[in-house]
């Protein structure tokens, strides 16, 4: 029985924590461009190629 | 002699912005061609720097040339500075001209191989970027140049975000707040639900139930304020609307859950923050749709270069330019307007003769000659000539700003329309309210079993009653229908717009530049010989000029010669020496005044083409007259197809136009179009036809043209071409992303199929509340039976709004 208690506690601060993080990112404007990092993250692996090819 | 179709040949791209080049006037170096001089050099620099992938990586090229650059004034710039604590600035600016991913990736790249540029980033969705840089190591016209030299176009911005940004964000974070405490509460809930059935600790249970109080109460009090407050001033008008329901059925269910705790009821909190959940993240869903059209008419704004030529002359009599935002031009300023370019004012010619295609004002096709002292409009085009011109009327002062604030009469005079879960709504919750009522009439009166209980069948009634399904019906709809649409070619700004276009059935359509393509095209000609080279001599003269009807002339034949001499005289012909023979094109009293004659059956001819409405351009060399050309506006291919689908379809289709009523009979009877012509009309009066339609009938008005601003407006859906002018997709509630009329009969379809959509779901949504009111009524009705009841109705919803795409 006690150790529902504990567990209760445990999802509870877990929870909480993890909507501080949500509210952090929402602070930090991580969610003001949602659009961009899918592309971004393509963009990055060509910057290499780029790099190869003009030796 | 018919037309003969043009030869594809081969066809020749620019190596930069892809728009089709004449292989023998375009610049050519080495295997690639470039249209202009400003993509040559945009191409090489590009290169030059390492970015040629720029090229592969586009997914996007409409449209690609260069944007006309701006003088990066600095002073322009200063509101988008900010100053930050470390002394460095940080300029906000939106960018014009960027169309795909690969347009943002080249930009910031470039900007950020220059190490005095600390951080440039650009919002993918709504192309705003931010740069911060040391003014001491760069300054801002040199931040602003890096985009400029590339061929977009800065504009400062500030910071102030833009009403659906807002509402968007303002719903994300509401959705947010909910969604993580919705999920904390479900936990403690199903373990009370199978607690309810197979039997748990007392204490434990009365614990699960406090916990659920405090995780429920942020969602009631933050995430659900903007129903509570919406609600109740809806209420001061005796309105009820979703979120008097939803408030209604939330609060009421905290509420009596609040009780229950104490009483030792079941609670409800897991329904009351579900609902607000769902409910939000329909509105959030519907504002990003509305977010998304907003963006998309935004970019087809932008498009368009908003400088001025501004003359400047200096105190020793020297005239110089400056290139200039037409909102800093004033009253008196003098400005020079070129071939290709729109009027920057209202004004007067003070020097200069030009020819200026008015069709976008009067609806007539053909140029009007102006000289000095000729009166000329804002948001004209010139076809041919240079003029300075004396800004007379800027900003309100103008005809264009009197159209506008027409526009802005007729929109505050629209009656806000009700979409149909609100108008469905209306009527559902005095309903509900008083089915609450009578149920507690009949236990606490006739069935006796005390007031507690009465009161709790009585709420529990209405707690039922609000199912997340009719929050989520329109929303998901909407959001369906508006990615369904802009694959067809249309974007709609918002979503009652779409179920007005459902209930249309009068179509008003404006003539030039929407039934017809508004350029000019030979659509006949006569040559007395038949050999090519009388015809590549023709052509070629017609080549240089940019008049429409040259333009029209030069189309029909590829081959070019060089010109030895080359004259071109507004509003009359040109006259040019090629290959040393001497070519006159012009009007007949252009060809009058060379000397020319006319032989009996080209006067035969001509009279012919001038009945069929037609325009005539005569051709002479060496002053015998050698080929006469008629050329007219020609009607776009789906044009009568699409109107007749429509009057298949039962819909009423008229015509209006500004010109005159015997030329639009002739255009529209020689393509087979039957329908309703209004001739003659002036802007305000084409407002006016579609004001008075709309008392009877569901009008939709089809336009580009600033003289169609009103009338968009005035209907109940206005839609806008393309290349419409900008206060005319200002003012419409619609623009097509493609040119084609069928768009307009296919997308009919689709808002159909949405509204009937709408409707399944929230009869759906109502056959659920038919069941479960009785239930809740007589107190049948078991918790959990409630919520997988509520959850199979959103699910049914949910999928029934994924039909639209199909």
Known sequence: MKSL???????????????????????????????????RMLNDDDDDDLDNTKK | ????????????????????????????????????????SVYHLINDEGFGSFYTKRTDWEDAAPVEQVEADEEYFESSLEVLNNGDYSLSIVITGIRCAACIWLIESSALKDERIKSFRINYANHKAKVIFNP??????????????LGYCPLPSTNIETIHDKERKDYFYRFGVAAFFTMQVMMYSIANYTGYFKGMDENLYFLFK????????????????????????????????MDTLVAIGAGTSYLYSVAAIFLGYETYFDTSVMIITLILLGRFIEAGAKQKGGNAVAKLLSLKPKNVRKIIYEQNGEKSYITIPIDQLAKGDLFEISTGSNVAADGKIIEGVCEIDESMLTGEPMPVNKKEGSQVYAGTKLINGTCTVMAENVGVDSFLSKIAASVDDAQSSKAPIQDVADNFIGKFVPFVLIVAVLSFIYWYFLASVGAELSIMRAVSVLVIACPCAMGLATPLAVISATNKLSETGVIFKNGEAIER??????????????????????TDYKLSFSCSSVLNLITSAAFYSKHPASKAIAAINEDLYEYEKFEETAGKGIT???????????????????????TEDYEEYIEKSIEKGCTIVCAAVNHILVGVFSISDIIREEAAETISLLQKEGNNVSIIT??????????????????????????????????????????????????????????????????????????????????????????????RKTLRIIKENLFWAFSYNLIAIPLACTGLIHPVMSAAFMSFSSLFVVTNSMRIKR
Request: contains cysteine; charged residues 20%; glycine residues 6%.
């Open chain 1, 5 to 39: 208690f504990v567990l209760i506690l445990v999802s509870l601060v877990v929870g909480i924590s993890a909507f501080l993080v949500f509210l952090l990112a929402g602070k930090k404007n991580q969610f003001d461009d949602i659009e961009g990092p899918k592309y």
């Open chain 2, 1 to 40: 002699m018919a037309l003969k179709d043009t030869e594809q040949t081969n066809k020749c791209v620019c190596a930069h912005c892809s728009s089709e080049v004449n292989p023998k006037t375009g610049i050519k170096e080495n295997d690639k061609y470039f249209c202009c001089e400003g993509c040559r």
């Open chain 2, 136 to 149: 001491k190591d760069i300054s801002v016209k040199e931040v602003l140049q890096k985009i400029t030299r």
């Open chain 2, 210 to 241: 406090l916990l659920s109080w405090a995780l429920a109460t942020p969602v009631l009090i933050y995430s659900a304020y903007p129903f509570f407050q919406k609600s109740f001033s809806a209420l001061k008008h005796f309105h009820f609307t």
């Open chain 2, 501 to 522: 276009y459902a209930y249309v059935n009068d179509f008003y359509f404006d003539k030039t530049g929407t039934i017809t393509t508004g350029n000019m095209t030979v």
């Open chain 2, 576 to 598: 040019a020496k090629i290959k040393n023979t001497h070519v006159i094109i012009g009007s007949q009293k252009f060809m009058q005044e060379n000397s020319v004659k006319f």
């Open chain 2, 658 to 751: 500004g010109d005159s009523e015997k030329a639009a009979n002739i255009i529209l009877g020689n393509a087979g179009i039957k329908a309703n012509i209004f001739a003659d009309v002036s802007p305000f009066d084409k407002g006016n036809i579609l004001q008075n339609a709309k008392d009877t009938k569901k009008t939709v008005m089809v336009g580009d043209g600033i003289n169609d601003a009103i009338a968009l407006t005035a209907a109940s859906v206005g839609i806008s071409m393309r290349n419409s002018t900008d206060i005319s997709i200002e003012s419409a509630s619609a623009v097509l992303l493609r040119n084609n009329l069928s768009i307009i009969a296919k997308s009919h379809k689709v808002c």
